[in-house]
Antibody
Framework: EVQLVESGGGLVQPGGSLRVSCAAS????????MSWVRQPPGKGLEWVAN????????FYVDSVKGRFTISRDNAKNSVYLQMNSLRAEDTAVYYC??????????WGQGTMVTVSS | QSALTQPPSASGSPGQSVTISCTGT?????????VSWYQQQPGKAPKVVIY???KRPSGVPDRFSGSKSGNTASLTLSGLQADDEADYYC??????????FGTGTKVTVL
């Protein structure tokens, strides 16, 4: 079964750092763009970042530029989101998804990141 | 990078049709045909139901249809079923911005 599984979420203090991971299985991971999308509790979806197949093309939403870094390891079928200088407004469920032509086809189950003192 | 505008809620009785609008600008919906719609049931991850304005992924029933006119896209759910009750989000490519999502619409089956 095609699957994405996120991990690494948790509680972190404002200003702190956290890295979330996403492991892919049963699809040709290295052929796809990968994205992170987040959803604050009770609110809507927000695209956060994406990375192309070989990691040479990367984009971020303005609100995370300079604080978040997306990366991937095709040998491990995994994509990562390193989050630094975290703020309360970064509190959300973080989903990874593969994307083709700006369509998010397969989604993980999400991992919760809570930024609070 | 403002979110696309959707009505907060929509409803219909079983068997009826419901149409959800998604309003953007000439920089996103008006410029690109990369408009998608996602269904999110409570406690679950979103699932794509329409992409490239009107295409359905394999396994999505033809009761789901999409269209676009100018800066506004629409999703129509025909023959409403109880299982259609969910939140629906539109999404569009927006140039240097990979994707911008809509504000979301909660569909209730009466």
């Amino acid at each position: 079964e095609v699957q994405l599984v996120e991990s690494g979420g948790g509680l972190v203090q404002p200003g702190g750092s956290l890295r979330v991971s996403c492991a892919a299985s049963e699809f040709n991971f290295r052929s796809y763009w990968m994205s992170w999308v987040r959803q604050p509790p009770g609110k809507g979806l927000e695209w956060v970042a994406n990375i192309n197949q070989d990691g040479t093309s990367i984009f971020y939403v303005d609100s995370v530029k300079g604080r978040f870094t997306i990366s991937r390891d095709n040998a491990k079928n995994s994509v990562y989101l390193q989050m630094n200088s975290l703020r309360a407004e970064d509190t959300a469920v973080y989903y990874c998804a593969n994307s083709v032509a700006y369509v998010f086809h397969v989604w993980g189950q999400g991992t919760m990141v809570t930024v609070s003192s | 990078q403002s979110a696309l505008t959707q009505p907060p809620s929509a409803s219909g009785s079983p068997g009826q049709s419901v149409t959800i609008s998604c309003t953007g600008t000439s920089s996103d919906i008006g410029r690109y045909d990369h408009v998608s719609w996602y269904q999110q049931q409570p406690g679950k991850a979103p699932k794509v139901v329409i992409y490239e304005v009107s295409k359905r992924p394999s396994g999505v029933p033809d009761r789901f249809s999409g269209s676009k006119s100018g800066n506004t896209a629409s999703l129509t759910l025909s023959g409403l079923q109880a299982d259609d009750e969910a939140d629906y989000y539109c999404s569009s490519h927006a140039g240097s911005i990979h994707s911008v999502f809509g504000t979301g619409t909660k569909v209730t089956v009466l």
